[in-house]
């Protein structure tokens, strides 16, 4: 078998690219029973399929074996050339017969390959052509030959199963081109060529290549021929390449020349190449990257490359033109298509449009894919080697991205040997060797050195709404030592945030009905919508939230509102962080299981995070930091002022403006010291108001003309409303004393628990913690239940004793505190009366609705919303699944995520997002003839620190007060159950 990997304009060609007989082998038999020997053979059950498409498009969901079959005539002047039978893709194993005898096998998915056939044709004749192919097995527990789930590479957005890219024969006299590298030489602005040439004649042929240059105006620029003699077998040629007028390539002028390698014999054309390439120089030094000796701040985005009409490809170049103009008009210089050589168009846009990209081999890694086997090592080999051989010509690429978020030693020992193996391939570019840097972090191989350095290239999701501590943390990160999963930060270390972000839904049902009008109802893209519309109109109702979400396009809006704000949140925060040289969000487009964390969905409509997102990339940048978002009162605030420009421009006014009011705001010397220019400016009182509050941001030169405006989003609390303590007294159990802030603030007295006497007197129980500190403290809570059981008293429970289903992830994405089931004392006792089961629902890249109802517990808050912000601190990171409940003001809607390996396997995959499900954040339920509180809102860390969280909890002792006394009226109470609308 002999590799291809360029585009070649040979003496003749024939296209295979139309209608093949089609004929799945459900059973595997058709080796054994030999279809392989006639058409005949393979005419019995067989239909017709259209070359190149994928199985998934014609045959819902096929995971297994199919044959191709087709009679070709093969022309009696082409008698004695070479011939070649050469796939640009075809998915995974490839096997080919021609008039029934076997010719070769191929493993690999994406990149090309060929057989060299001429032996087995008849000339001037039909000759039959059979090919069989084992498609990718994911979803499927079958095995086909040596091969299981998960066993080949492969991409994780579609099947993409079958001969799905461009198949054609060659016909070449004696010997061909199979591939020139065109190597930018940054010391001579011109390129190092290097030409490997097969020949198959018994002897040495004498031949001329000839290397010809073309601008972009189509004007020759070079020109050389040079005489050779090729041997039998494969030939490297080297040249060099010299330009008068260099033009570089860039991402304001990707200018491509056009290159034309071609082989003559006795005078004759035998075999033709042609490139289109750019002249660029890319590396990262001194904390930066730099692109033609120019420093360059990355901003790029996931391209997922999951297409609404055909799913693994995109129909046309005009899709490929809009996504990439799409991307530029937000401000993106960069996209990261997510794990596989995508089609070779693609790449083909983007050089012409200046878009740079990273690429990757089809190998998933995290802790699921591929599955590790004796055969991995070589798989995953053999994917990096086509990968970069296929697509090492073209300008847009700056780096080779060779793994990602490597957990498993099988594939931890092979990171280096595969970054040489890179760094070999293509001396040119950078090689990173693991995205996230989870085995021993990240290291860069810069270009022409094969000396490892360390990088900070990190993935950090944090969830929806953006809290405090997370914004913090991307303002600072990389100022001070620290340790980010695997990777060692030291303070002035330059970091690259390759991974970032939260997702906010697409309008499904709008998506939906494009899809009826223009999709195919056979591709899993299709179905996920259609059963994402129906699961979440069955969730509005469930939760009981038609009054606040009249469909599933309002809810849909109201995630993305959310998403809006918190990458803008995070965007702010990395820019203003001198540390950071650059950043790619997840994502760019939306995807298979991750869908919704695109800026723009399947049809290329951008969600309200593109509009964000574009605007927080315009120069120059005006970014504002309040040390508080939520206040308890108006009051004068301090503001961060980060101002960014590449014009070197300096502010001389900052205006702050609310409503009809305008404050000049008093400024010192801005200081320069990070790199940045920044300075702390007073946000006064007068501007701010109860409520929601924004206030405008205005950067201004001396005379008078605006440099940049942005704004900051402020709640301030309303009043308290009321002064007055609960009339029955408060009891807390809080042995950790995260309350004492709180307690200290109330105007009524709380008693602590183990004062308590228990006398019968009606009292109010609040539990902060989800389990008792020591075995003693059992006693105290079954018997303040039993109070509650007997109607004398309402209890609180702030974080409930609950069954976690991923106690390790909330650990660890969230810093929750949870217990484990088996170490929970208060759940292993039985004293605690339900079974609470708490699932994530914290939102990443999918998106959740946090839903809040208007109810007395919210008031004086936002509700009939989604917790956004002012939430942005109590927002749960779980929820209680399948709880009923006499109340429930407060739900999640969300994606299930699961954490252990088998089902994130299972779920994780081409056919879709895991399933939707939704959850209870705040429920009242009976206990006896008392009633229990239950909550999954984050407030007992931080009702002492914040204020929405403090006053929802005042809320919750108000209302329980209410609930035990029997006298819950709105009119007479005064204590009306209305918030502030969203």
């Not at 969901?61 to 199919?66: I, T, W």
Request: proline share 6%.
């Amino acid at each position: 078998m002999i590799s291809c990997y360029v585009n070649h304009t040979p003496m003749h060609t024939i296209d295979l690219n139309n209608t093949w007989r089609f004929t799945l082998d459900t059973g595997n038999r058709g080796l054994e029973e030999a279809w392989y020997q006639s058409a005949e053979s393979l005419s019995e059950n067989s239909t017709e399929i259209t070359v190149p498409s994928c199985w998934e498009e014609q045959i819902e969901d096929y995971e297994g074996v199919a044959w191709y079959s087709k009679e070709v005539e093969i022309p009696i002047e082409e008698k004695g050339a070479v011939c070649r039978l050469c796939f640009a893709a075809a998915n995974y194993r490839t096997s080919l017969w021609i008039n029934g005898k076997a010719v070769d096998s191929h493993e690999g998915g994406y990149t090309p390959f060929e057989f060299q056939i001429e032996d087995f044709l008849r000339f001037g004749e039909a000759n039959h052509f059979a090919i069989r192919v084992v498609g990718p097995i994911v979803t499927k527990n079958i095995h086909i030959d040596d091969l299981g789930p998960n066993d080949m590479p492969h991409w994780r957005g579609g099947l993409t199963a079958g001969i799905w890219q461009p198949l054609h024969l060659e016909f070449n006299a004696h010997a061909w081109i199979d591939q020139s590298f065109y190597q930018p030489n940054r010391k001579t602005d011109g390129f190092e060529v290097e030409t490997t040439l097969h020949c198959n004649a018994s002897d040495q042929i004498e031949a001329v290549l000839e290397l010809q240059l073309f601008d972009a105006a189509d004007v020759p620029v070079f020109e050389k021929k040079e005489p050779l003699v090729i041997e039998p077998g494969k030939n490297t040629v080297q040249q060099s390449l010299q330009l008068e007028n260099p033009q570089l390539w860039s991402c304001q002028n990707p200018h491509l020349y056009r290159a034309e390698m071609s082989l003559l014999i006795d005078g004759q054309l035998v075999s033709q190449s042609k490139q289109r390439i750019g002249l660029r120089h890319f590396t990262f030094r001194e904390g930066r990257f730099y692109l033609n000796g120019e420093a360059i701040y990355l901003r790029g985005g996931f391209w997922e490359g999951v297409y609404a009409k055909h799913q693994s490809y995109p129909e046309d170049r005009a899709v490929v033109r809009k996504e990439i103009a799409l991307a530029q008009k937000a401000g993106l210089n960069l996209l990261r298509p997510w794990r596989r050589p995508v089609p070779p168009i693609i790449l083909e846009e983007a050089d012409a449009a200046g878009m740079l990209i990273i690429t990757s081999p089809a190998v998933e890694c995290m802790s699921c894919w591929p599955t590790a086997k004796p055969e991995t090592p070589q798989r995953i080999e053999n994917e990096i080697r086509q990968l970069i051989l296929r697509d090492r010509n073209h300008a847009c690429i700056i780096w080779w991205e060779m793994f990602n978020e490597v957990t498993r030693v099988e594939l931890a020992r092979m990171i280096p040997a595969m970054a040489l193996m890179a760094r070999e391939l293509d001396p040119t570019r950078l090689v990173l060797d693991e995205s996230g840097g989870w085995a021993e972090g990240a290291h860069f191989y810069l270009p022409h050195s094969r000396k490892r350095q360390r990088l900070c290239e990190l993935h950090s999701y944090v969830r929806a709404p953006l809290d405090q501590n997370h914004w913090e943390l991307y303002q600072n990160i990389g100022s001070v030592d620290t340790v980010e999963g695997n990777t060692q930060i030291n303070a002035g270390t330059p970091i690259f945030m390759s991974e970032f972000g939260f997702g906010g839904w697409p309008e499904i049902e709008t998506n939906y009905r494009l899809f009826q009008e223009q999709g195919n109802p056979k591709l899993p893209a299709y179905r996920h919508h259609e059963k994402l519309t129906k699961d979440m109109s069955e969730a509005l109702i469930a939760c009981e939230l038609q009054s606040v979400f009249p469909d599933v396009d309002s809810i849909c809006r109201a995630t993305q509102e959310v998403q809006a704000r918190g990458n803008r949140r995070q965007l702010d925060a990395l820019l203003a962080n001198p540390a950071v040289s650059g950043y790619c969000i997840h994502a760019f487009t939306d995807g298979d299981w991750i869908l919704g964390a695109g800026l723009i969905d399947h049809w290329q409509r951008p969600k309200s995070a593109y509009h964000a997102i574009a605007d927080g990339n315009q120069y120059p940048h005006l970014l504002c930091f309040v040390e508080e978002r939520n206040l308890e009162k108006v009051k004068d605030v301090a503001m961060r002022i980060v101002f960014r420009d590449p014009d070197k421009s300096v502010p001389a006014r900052i205006e702050l403006s609310a409503g009809e009011q305008t404050v000049t705001a008093v400024l010192g010397n801005w200081d320069d010291s990070s790199g940045l220019i920044q300075q702390t400016v007073n946000l006064p009182a007068k501007l701010l108001s109860e409520g929601r509050n924004t206030v405008s941001v205005g950067a201004y030169t001396a005379d008078d003309a605006l440099l940049r405006s942005s704004t900051v989003e402020l709640f301030v609390l309303d009043p308290r409303p009321m002064n007055e303590a609960p009339e029955l007294p408060t009891v807390v159990y809080d042995p950790h004393n995260n309350l004492a802030g709180w307690r200290k603030k109330q105007p009524f007295e709380t008693i602590q628990l183990e004062s308590w006497n228990f006398n019968g007197e009606r009292c109010i129980y609040v539990f902060a913690s989800e389990d008792v500190a020591k075995p003693e403290d059992l006693d105290s809570v079954r018997r303040a239940l039993q109070e509650v059981h007997a109607g004398t008293a309402t209890a609180i429970f702030l974080e409930p004793p609950s069954t976690h289903e991923a106690a390790a992830m909330i650990r660890e994405y969230d810093g929750c505190p949870v217990t484990d089931e088996a170490e929970n004392r208060l759940l292993q006792s039985g004293i605690f009366p339900f079974d609470l089961i708490a699932r994530p629902s914290f939102s990443f890249w999918e998106g959740t609705a946090h839903s809040v109802k208007a109810h007395p517990i919210f008031k004086g808050l936002p509700t009939d919303c989604l917790m956004d912000e002012p939430y942005q601190e109590v927002a749960p990171a779980e929820s209680f699944y399948e709880l009923n409940a006499e109340e429930a003001p407060a739900h999640s809607i969300t994606w299930y995520r699961p954490e252990d390996i088998a089902t994130k396997t299972e779920k994780r995959t081409y056919l879709g997002g895991e399933d939707l499900w939704h959850g209870t954040n705040l429920a009242v339920k009976y206990h006896g003839l008392g009633k229990i509180l239950l909550s999954t809102l984050i407030i007992r860390s931080k009702a002492s620190k914040d204020p929405v969280a403090a006053r929802i909890l005042e809320n919750m002792v108000h209302y329980a007060d209410q609930l035990n006394i029997g006298t819950l009226n709105a009119k007479e109470t005064g204590f009306e159950t209305s918030g502030v609308r969203a």
